[in-house]
């Protein structure tokens, strides 16, 4: 436990044991454990995550394999993993509070969990690829635990409940409290009732960057609220007043978390704004599906290409080195609440013969990219995470 370097074996029961080692380091005030465990977070997060969060790459023995290997298409990503993950990042946080670990926790809220559930909450995914092709996706040998849609059932039903449960008890992870500081982990509109204050919080994130905080302290004695500053948004685009006045933010950021600590009265507010663009994102190039493609992502939220919005054989689309996108929020359809990007594209055109010396012609397309989370909720279609860059 304390020697083990790489993470391995059935990719739940893992990090569930993970859990409880960061738990135990906690409780016992053991150095040597935590550090175990950060070796074993590292192990993970830099070598052997999809990047929705997903763990766990293959489907024999629904297991982590070796650093680098993460299949798309016959990737397994099982649900509860990345919910292990959560817990397994909530109690690092209770060790020591870093951004590193509430950047995963959050990672995994908006990804690698909740697509694992139908938008009308009746259907559900075990398994979470970053791609999928149906007639090959749930049918050839190999690819048959890809499943193109999500069922209504399993015999084994350990990720619906599971997911439930988290989606259910979401205050837990959003917040942390120790003697002299209250912290939140996550940008979660709530109203949560501490010994020190009770806070109210307004977010329209993770669609727009703009949250605030009311606090009402219980309490004349100061003390800290740390918020969680999430590494992908830009210093220079971070704003933040308190009571109207604006503060020289990141003097007060140490570790991905900004410090505020004052008597708070009873109708204090804390308000950031910060912008939300349009990310393109590259693979390490050990990662060898990915190699010359490009993700995108808005915020926490990783994004994909579906058939619906894009038409067939998406594999043959391609994204600008150089992309102007522009972003929409979806008021009808299943979609509807959701924001969705656009962007100029291309679409490879080739001949009929199944190999020849004539390069694909290209056409300008325009591309339609949704939250990874939403994918399959509009019929069996085409679905591609990764994309290659022209």
Known sequence: MYEQKEAVGHSVRAVYMYTAMADLAGEDKDQRLYEACQTLWDNIVKKRMYITGGIGSTVEGEAFTIDYDLPNDMAYAETCASIGMIFFAKRMLEIKPLGIYADIMEREFYNGTISGIQLDGK???YVNPLEVN????????????????????????????NLVRLVTSLG??????????????????????????VITVES??????????????????AFELAIHIPSHIRPDTLAVTVNGEKTDDMSFV???????????????????????????????????EDEGCVALMRGPVVYCFEGADNGEC???LRIPREIKAETELCKEGVLAGNVLIHLP????????????????????VTLTAIPYYAWANRGENQMRVWMPEE
């Open 314 to 316: 998406i594999q043959a």
């Open 204 to 221: 329209s994130y993770p669609w727009e960057g703009k949250v605030s905080y009311q606090v009402k302290a219980k309490k004349e004695k």
């Open 134 to 161: 149906p007639g090959t996706s749930g049918t050839i040998f190999g690819y048959k635990h890809v499943l193109p849609t999500r069922p209504g059932w399993y015999a084994c039903a350990c990720c619906p409940p």
């Open 345 to 364: 594209g291309y679409r490879m055109e080739s001949s009929d013969a199944l190999y020849s010396e004539e390069r694909p012609k290209r056409t300008d």
């Open 123 to 125: 259907q559900f995914f």
């Open 254 to 288: 140490k570790d991905g978390y900004l410090y505020l600590k004052r008597n708070w009265g009873e109708n204090d507010v804390v308000a950031l704004t910060f912008d939300l663009p349009v990310r393109k994102i590259y693979a390490n190039t050990n990662v060898r």
């Open 172 to 197: 837990t992870y959003a917040w942390s409290e120790s003697e002299t500081t209250l912290y939140s982990h996550l940008f979660l509109g709530q109203t949560a009732d501490f010994d020190k204050a």
